[in-house]
């Protein structure tokens, strides 16, 4: 154990099947978190890393159920905490590949400081955020990423808290990977989910999540078929944002406004468009970005914000360990007891 | 002049200055002289809560205590017989400390009426009679310090740093210390500085040869070697003794040492120590708060590391809910709590055994939990390499108490060697034939340690109550009251591997004195000197607090009384009259200093005398 | 066919379904029925841990339980005499409850194989002899209700779903309840939607008519009304009459009321209800988590607010190091810690209560605290009241200790008058004349509460230690401890206030039972019912936990044998053991529910009888 | 109590020496804790607020000594939590003004989570971070932001943890006021805090600090003379962000990096220079410029980052108080106790 492993191939290649664990799934008929569920374990077999060096690690909430329903070693720890158990668990044992799945209540309520000292320590950790906007689990208070003025069992008239926005947060924290996808969007939450996966160092993927008990409808614009397309605009390196039924709005920047401009008419010019850089070292762009919430006539950005590569707080504690190992030889436990001044008592004669 | 040179058993003596003044340097120094002659030996360092207060001012002062013997000792001493201050600040702080006739040894040059006001003094103390009880030896060290460096080329601030050698220098010769080491250890400090090295070797020279050769002083002091077991022997730290214990515990289970902790006086310095072994596998994280490092340290017990936290009672009361789940999902964790004097944040640089009954009870729902506490400096080493042992053989988390007083004292340890040391055997489980997560081991009731990584074994742990032998989610409640009640005997189970209580004094008789942690030393020398005039007392400290040792209560019945004294309001008190219905009186004392002996033998005194 | 009436003297039923069956409601129309006919009651929910899990799952099962009679109770009863049960996997769950001969009233329409199996059952009890110890009646409620409501043109679904008024017409029809006021509450609740109230009446209707009807059913029951004491009555859960006491605190105290909080079972509630009342001046704010919430009621206390902050078990861990420091700088606040079954996320929907010795100890150092705990819903009013009355007269915080059978069960409350409220005077200091921060009141040895805003009386509080009167930061060994002791006396001063302890039973004899908390009506009863039997047996209830009431001791001291029933392993038995030597006995369940009168009545016999 | 009130004009101007408490100052001689402490207790005489309805609160660290030495209502609270004391006065107390001193570890590691919901909830708080980039009181741990490879007590090696950049952890965290200023630039530190006292919400102002014990010269090129006008940058609000001896450098924006340009060259242009607007609602301009950390040939920006206006939540919850009883009246206790079903029962005669 302790060894940097680079993780082995399963003998037999697995199916989602594997990954089902033998417990009853108990979320609410019709909730976002079964597409979730389902669409982590079609990625993991993809990822050729065996079952039993994948870790899930939740906090509380319904989100943080996850781990019992997964066949892999999984931990249901206590609210908001999940970062900070994954980074001890993470930072000794590099060889498993640790996922925490959190909501947003537990990542950005109470576990806020775990998760943003997550982020800059940039352990390789993935983060998968639930973003219901609401608490579930203890049954509808309105969370840190609900909307001013929202009428929650806590807040009969409304709520007053200014909301977080994960994406924004995660980037001021210095977070080298963040990415937001949908429950409702398979085949989108699918290629986030590998891209995650790929990630070297700490990986947040918000996915916004439909609480239909609590905060039914959320994301209503963004995932039915009817508004989607003129609502998402999805992000990809390298290529301009483009949005809209046929893909005929784009994206451009003012100043450090954004705006969108219709292609379809005359004046606008598709080398005007605003060409993504997930890869740009400087977060700028992708701060710029998460600042669209699919209001204002702007859309809803999903897809990779920002992947840069940093070092990671684990690689760099073995890697002391192991210079230090170098530089001082192996510990000897005698040396170190005989060490500094000593004095020998003679027995009397 | 021929000086007479006297023969004692013991001395304490005390340096005190301001922060700048090296006292700390000096004590050390002295403290290594003295070990290396033979004495035995405990020692105190007093820090002030701010880093740096200004210069001359009461909150500056520091000071180091020295207790060194030609007998066995327990403590580094309470009464000083000699106490060498630098300013006025500093007299006034520890002259209380100083016996009646004890020495003074002044530095005069900074009794000026800027200092003596900063110091609350209305006049000169070294002129107005006030210090008439003792033996007062004024001296103008930085001035003669100044003079025997003169031609040196120095600063003039450079100069006046060594003053305390020249003051060090005075104290050898007052006690026959040998120069020697502390002559190598000037050359090799500032062996790049070479006019420093100069400078601080002839300041030491300079005080000695003060004394020699003024008529000022007309005795000077010989305290023979002590008769201590033979052996290696070295001068050990609480706090050292804590990281070498949590070291060797890690190499005699063959599992790697994980520390998660976030700063706080006085456990700090564990974090820092343990920091620089990183050859022998260790990691140390300082973590973003108290919660995440317990957190990080429960992740690495999960993942197969022997993982600690380490902090004082503030950090505890955050780190409880983690603590709860690590009971809950029985994983091995030592938290060590380095007391001080609460509550709140109390008096942060100051000693306090106030966090029994947290570490006992400071969690929700029934969270049954094992302590230990280390009781002199040395002890730390075996108590939390016990604490380790107990932790990963009962799969349970298990509090190491130590406090302030026993982190920063230090004594003679000889140590052992790595071959003596118990075996902490640990077997991760591997083979999935009928694993459950949940099934316990008969002996311990301990589940099995079934690390991510096995193949066949993916399982899912949580803090929400779990299924016997499964552990799977149950809100049966037969299964809860199951389960509650194996986790509380899991930890009683402990108690089968107590050795008989040690018992200092008769098996049976008036007075039992009971104890735990660092009252040690106190407890001891009272003990024995009630003994030795004749009286009926006996001593018993406890390690393991809980479970408490099985013949405890056999032995409490057999004494007439039973007195528990402690730095807190009467914690294991209300433990022991719980648990065992005895009508035990508790000697309480909440200043954030230790019992002096005294204290403890006047008491015992009043209740053989038969006063309540 | 005529059918007969029996009169009973008490009856509990309970209603058992889908988390979608609509059972609390049901449950809470026939409460309210109940009490407009003059009954007694108790009531209690159930909920599972999942916000909806599967349909006819045992996971998504929830129930509702009423007890009511003809004379004063104390419980929502425990064994059932009649279930009703909707689906397979609430048979499952509740039939444990029901006692023998009891009636069991079925939905027989999910009785489907699918559902069965869900539920664990390998054959249908229904047709395999398993349910012969009851009186079953097997009813299609879902069909006759589809049919009942047919021509209304509503969905299947909609039709469906009025299927629990026709249970509750069978209940009010078995137990001779008045129709009316349902009817109305129908009207009311479906104003907008008309042919939703129709659908519901005619299930009602439906359900009560075919109890009427058919041969299935030979007899009804009735209860008489009880002999309450005179006055105007509602029914109350333990939650609202802790919120409605919160507010009345307020406003009796002239001080505006501030809650932090942060969601958590079964806390959550009284947030969301108070958060209702802002008319009342009242501040509530749902904190980023619990150590902000706890922080924030130190800010508003600070300010001159009356603050509270409400939690559960592990929200308790969290807030320690801030209430830490409110005792530390003695600041008025009431921390609720309503239980539930630990350790760590345990059983976050059942009852227990295993805080009490973390609310007594769990921070560091000695940092004492008041304790009170309500023993029955409607108490709750009245202790959360002297909670907070304590919390200002003495400057210090104070714990309410409540748990989930608490909170959520119900009993009818005659409320009092604002007028009969003990006053709570509060006086804010402003005169600058002499103005020392820690100065005390001699009687109640409280320091002055001296807000911001206060001109002239500007200063400075921490977390340090103070020195006397003043208040300024002080390291001196004496002043420590005297600060200690002050700061424990003071909490031990609030006995002085303490109204002598109320015995049921005899004032001396065998056996005194003591308990605290939500035991009160089970102990009560068994109790009340040993004395009828003609044994010597007597009952103490405790509210006050810390200080404890003056005369406790001299009580304990009259009885033979004291026990000590609680819903942990052993707490409150070693307080009093510690305290008083004496040697109580518990008896102790941790399975998530409340006692069983005849284990407390079990236990006493045993005693009484000399058993071990 | 209670109700929302102007500040009162105090009956005589205050000076200085009023705001000086009678505890002796304890920091280390030569701390940069003693600047800013005498700038504070000059600043306020300005503001015209009373000495009684001043707050100062802060946590555990050296600079959260701060309170003891103002003569002013004080709260030394806890390690990390005074943001959230300061809310619950704030929240409860309308008239008061209410000062959060903190330090880099205080503010950032144990309260990062109050630190982050005090901005987004826009309370109106003034918070004051003296950024020393160590833990000075605990004796010379590393922080959040102390850059990476340090050695310090805790590590040895070096320090493995990408620190925080606490002006972009800010804006991420949705801030409306966001400065920097300086522990030895008197009249920049003054005027900051003047903006700060000025702003209704949450204003944060991080101060470096220096700590001469433990963290010697961690800001030297910035505040030294011979050093300082070349690597500092001014921030105002309407005009180019310049720098240099002569104020001969400009920073310019190219793409979403910026870069410097000497304004004495040929090429460059005034007219090309970045002109900065700390009123722009959007916060991206004040995140790129928060990049720019005197390294890279950049220079260091001090000042105001960003000042823009959002309802506090102070007075959002006032604001449902006086409309709840506004629209239900006073609360009547014997009327609440009266509600709901109520039935009597009459004395059996
Ligand atoms: C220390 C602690 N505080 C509070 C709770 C109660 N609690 C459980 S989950 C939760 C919030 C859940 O919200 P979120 O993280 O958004 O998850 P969701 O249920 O919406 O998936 C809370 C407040 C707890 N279990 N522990
Ligand atoms: C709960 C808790 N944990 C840890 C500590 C110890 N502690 C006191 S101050 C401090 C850090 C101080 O650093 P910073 O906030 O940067 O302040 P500075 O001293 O540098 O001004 C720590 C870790 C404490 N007092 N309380
Ligand atoms: S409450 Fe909401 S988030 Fe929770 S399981 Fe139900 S639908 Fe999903
Ligand atoms: S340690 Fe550093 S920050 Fe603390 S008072 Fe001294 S110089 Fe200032
Ligand atoms: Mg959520
Ligand atoms: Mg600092």
Redesign the interface.
């Known amino acids: 154990?302790?060894q940097a492993a680079a993780p082995e191939i399963a003998s037999r290649p697995l199916t989602k099947k594997d990954f089902e664990?033998d417990?009853?799934?108990?979320?609410?008929?019709g909730c976002g978190d079964y597409a979730i569920l389902s669409q982590v374990q079609k990625v993991l077999p993809e990822l050729g890393i065996?079952?039993?060096?994948?870790?899930f690690?939740s906090g509380?909430g319904?989100s943080s159920r996850f781990?019992?329903y997964?066949?892999?070693?999984?931990?249901?720890?206590?609210?908001?905490?999940a970062p900070?158990?994954?980074?001890?668990?993470?930072?000794?044992?590099p060889?498993?590949s640790v996922w925490v799945i959190t909501g947003d209540g537990d990542a950005l309520?109470?576990?806020?400081?775990?998760f943003?000292?997550l982020l800059?320590?940039?352990l390789d950790v993935r983060i998968l955020l639930f973003n219901n906007r609401i608490?579930?689990?203890?049954?509808g208070?309105?969370s840190?990423t609900s909307e001013l003025g929202k009428v929650t069992?806590?807040?009969?008239?409304?709520s007053?808290?200014?909301?977080?926005?994960p994406i924004?947060?995660?980037?001021?924290?210095?977070a080298t990977f963040v990415a937001r996808t949908l429950d409702r969007d398979l085949a989108h939450l699918h290629e986030t989910l590998r891209r995650a996966a790929a990630h070297r160092g700490t990986a947040f993927v918000e996915i916004y999540q439909n609480c239909n008990?609590f905060n039914d409808g959320a994301f209503e614009v963004f995932t039915e078929k009817e508004t989607k397309l003129a609502h998402v605009a999805r992000l990809e390196h390298g290529k301009p944002i483009l949005y809209g039924p046929k893909n005929e709005k784009g994206i451009r920047l003012k100043g450090?406004?954004l705006e969108s401009i219709d292609l379809s008419k005359a004046e606008a010019r598709m080398e005007d468009l605003l060409v993504y850089d997930a890869h740009?070292p400087?977060?700028?762009?992708a701060?710029?970005v998460s600042?669209m919430t699919g209001e204002n006539n702007l859309p809803l950005p999903i897809g990779v914000f920002r992947s840069v590569s940093?070092?990671c707080?684990d690689d760099?504690?073995n890697e002391?360990?192991r210079?230090?190992?170098e530089?001082?030889?192996?510990?000897d436990?005698?040396e170190?007891?005989?060490?500094?001044?000593?004095?020998?008592?003679?027995?009397?004669s | 002049m021929e000086k007479v040179v006297r023969q004692l058993e013991d001395v304490t003596i005390r340096f005190a200055g301001d922060s700048g003044d090296g006292m700390q340097i000096t004590g050390a120094q002295f403290t290594n002289v003295s070990a290396l002659m033979g004495n035995d030996l405990g020692t105190f360092p007093d820090f002030p809560a701010e880093i740096r207060a200004p210069a001359g001012s009461l909150a500056g002062v520091t000071s180091f205590q020295v207790h060194f013997s030609s007998r066995e000792i327990f403590t580094p001493g309470e009464q000083c017989d000699a106490l060498v201050v630098m300013n006025p600040a500093a007299l006034r702080v520890h002259l209380g400390f100083l016996r009646p006739q004890g020495i003074l040894l002044v530095n005069t040059e900074e009794f000026k009426p800027r200092n003596l006001t900063m110091a609350g003094y209305a006049s000169n103390p070294l002129e107005d009679q006030s210090l008439s009880a003792y033996q007062v030896f004024s001296v103008n060290m930085t001035k003669l310090t100044r003079e025997a460096v003169k031609d040196l080329k120095l600063s003039v601030k450079e100069s006046e740093r060594c003053k305390n050698f020249f003051a060090l220098g005075m104290a050898y010769w007052l006690y026959q210390r040998s120069m020697e080491p502390t002559v190598q250890f000037i050359r090799d400090k500032f062996s790049k500085r070479p006019e420093l090295a100069e400078a601080n070797l002839r300041a030491l020279q300079a005080g000695r040869n003060y004394c020699e050769n003024t008529e000022q002083f007309g005795s000077s002091y010989r305290v023979p070697a002590a008769k201590l077991r033979p052996g290696r022997y070295r001068n050990i730290t609480g706090t050292t003794a804590t990281v070498l214990g949590m070291i060797a515990a890690g190499q005699k289970s063959g599992l790697e040492v994980f520390l998660g902790s976030y700063p706080i006086t006085p456990a700090s310095e564990i974090l820092h120590q343990l920091s620089r072994y990183k050859n022998f596998g260790v990691r140390t994280v300082q973590a973003e708060d108290e919660i995440a490092s317990v957190c990080m340290a429960i992740g690495a017990a999960y993942g197969g590391s022997l993982a600690f936290t380490t902090t004082s009672g503030p950090g505890v009361n955050l780190k409880a809910e983690a603590v709860s789940l690590a009971i809950s999902v029985e994983l091995p964790l030592v938290l060590c709590d380095i007391q001080r004097a609460g509550p709140s944040t109390g008096m942060p640089t100051k000693t306090e055994q106030g966090d029994l009954l947290q570490v006992l009870y400071g969690r929700h729902g029934e969270s049954p939990i094992a302590v230990l506490a280390g009781s002199r400096p040395s002890d730390c080493f075996d108590t939390i390499y016990e604490c380790a042992r107990i932790a990963v053989r009962y799969m349970t988390p298990v509090v190491f108490l130590s406090d302030l007083f026993l982190a920063f004292g230090a004594e003679p340890w000889m140590f052992p060697s790595s071959a003596d040391l118990p075996p902490i055997p640990v077997r991760f489980r591997t083979d999935p034939e009928g694993f459950q997560p949940f099934q316990r081991d008969l002996e311990t009731l301990a589940r099995p340690w079934a690390i991510p990584g096995t193949p066949g074994l993916e399982h899912r742990i949580g803090g929400l109550e779990k299924e016997h032998l499964t552990g799977n989610v149950s809100y049966d409640p037969k299964n809860h009251e199951m389960m509650c009640r194996l986790r509380a005997e899991k930890i009683e189970k402990i108690a089968q591997e107590i050795p008989p209580t040690r018992i200092d004094g008769p098996e049976s008789g008036d007075l039992l004195v009971v104890g735990w942690g660092s009252t040690y030393g106190a407890i001891r020398t009272a003990t024995e000197k009630k003994r030795e005039e004749g009286k009926s007392v006996s001593h018993v400290h406890l390690r393991h607090l809980n479970p408490l040792p099985p013949d405890l209560g056999s032995i409490l019945y057999r004494f007439e009384h039973v007195l528990v004294p402690e730095i807190n309001l009467g914690q294991l008190l209300k433990v022991l009259r719980a648990r065992y219905l005895v009508p035990a009186v508790g000697l309480n004392k909440v200043q954030g200093q230790p019992f002096e002996t005294t204290e403890i033998e006047a008491k015992i005194d009043s209740i053989l005398r038969g006063e309540p």
């Open positions: 154990m302790n664990s417990q009853d799934v108990r979320w609410c008929p065996p079952r039993e060096k994948l870790v690690i509380i319904c781990p019992y997964m066949n892999t070693y999984g931990f249901h720890t206590i609210h908001g905490r900070a158990i994954a980074s001890g668990l993470r930072a000794s044992r060889d498993l309520s109470i576990g806020g400081n775990h943003i000292h800059r320590r940039n608490y579930g689990l203890t049954k208070q309105y840190p069992a806590s807040t009969p008239m409304g007053i808290d200014y909301p977080f926005n924004s947060l995660a980037l001021g924290a210095e008990i450090f406004q740009c400087d977060a700028t762009l701060m710029i600042r940093r070092p707080y760099s504690l002391q360990v210079k230090a190992k530089m001082m030889g192996p510990g436990l005698d170190l007891f005989n060490s500094g001044d000593t004095w020998v008592v003679q027995p009397s």
